[in-house]
């Protein structure tokens, strides 16, 4: 079988910032920077980079961020600042990869590691903390180039300029983009996650929730 494959162009790590917002004082791990230095993936984590939110970032099913480097070429046609990798938050930047047309349960394999996407990225309000976009979150949303989060399968090392290897899900699956899409506008669709064996249980609860609701 050929598998696709694609190259990792930049690997970002940061640590914890506190950053004004309406007000108050608020805690983001949003502030990511390049790094060239060889990185370990393990258990939830890679190598020193901090998520401050972990109800919302982090955890076993969003262990890492990735973003396509051709998604940040579109971006830079619709937004009036300039675009570097880590801008969005995300801790692997790719080039040669569709990466918001991955398939829920698809494995990479990067370096020593084999990572597995789980889910699209919701933004929230501290991407405009970081990007200083106006509306950036209504935008995000509405451009379909979501990124994907993904699962520590096999622990190992990573650093820029690997290959990344793309092994197709074995089962029945759902894109990232089409996964946002069913949480943005699309939610009497949302029963379609249930259908997919890799959906996280975060998000089989919320669509019991969502279908729950529609019934009441």
């Not at 990792?8 to 910032?17: P, T, Y």
């Not at 309406?22 to 990511?32: D, E, S, W």
């Not at 262990?63 to 046609?77: H, K, Q, R, V």
């Not at 990344?164 to 996650?193: K, M, Q, W």
């Amino acid at each position: 079988m050929t598998h696709d494959k694609g190259q990792l162009v930049s690997v970002n790590i940061g640590g914890v910032r506190e950053v004004e917002h309406n007000g108050r004082v608020v805690r983001t791990g949003i502030f990511k920077s390049p790094t060239p230095e060889t990185q370990r993936v393990s258990g939830d984590r890679i190598g020193d980079d901090v998520q401050a939110d972990t109800a919302a970032h982090g955890g076993p099913d969003k262990a890492i961020y990735a973003y396509a480097s051709e998604d940040y070429d579109w971006w830079a046609t619709q937004i009036d600042r300039d675009v570097e990798p880590g801008l969005f938050g995300e801790n692997l930047t790719t080039r040669g990869i569709d990466v918001s047309a991955a398939q829920v349960g698809e494995r990479w394999r990067i370096g020593s590691a084999t990572l597995e996407v789980s889910e699209p990225r919701i933004p929230c309000f501290k991407l405009g903390l970081r990007t200083e976009v106006a509306r950036i979150q209504q935008l995000f949303s509405a451009a379909d180039r979501p990124g994907a989060y993904l699962r520590i399968i096999e622990p190992g090392h990573l650093t820029v300029g690997d290959d990344i290897e793309r092994v197709p899900a074995a089962e029945s699956s759902i894109t990232v983009s089409d996964f946002a899409a069913i949480d943005h506008r699309n939610r009497g669709d949302a029963d379609r996650l249930l259908a997919v064996p890799r959906v996280s249980t975060a998000w089989r609860a919320w669509v019991e929730k969502t279908l729950a609701n529609d019934r009441s």
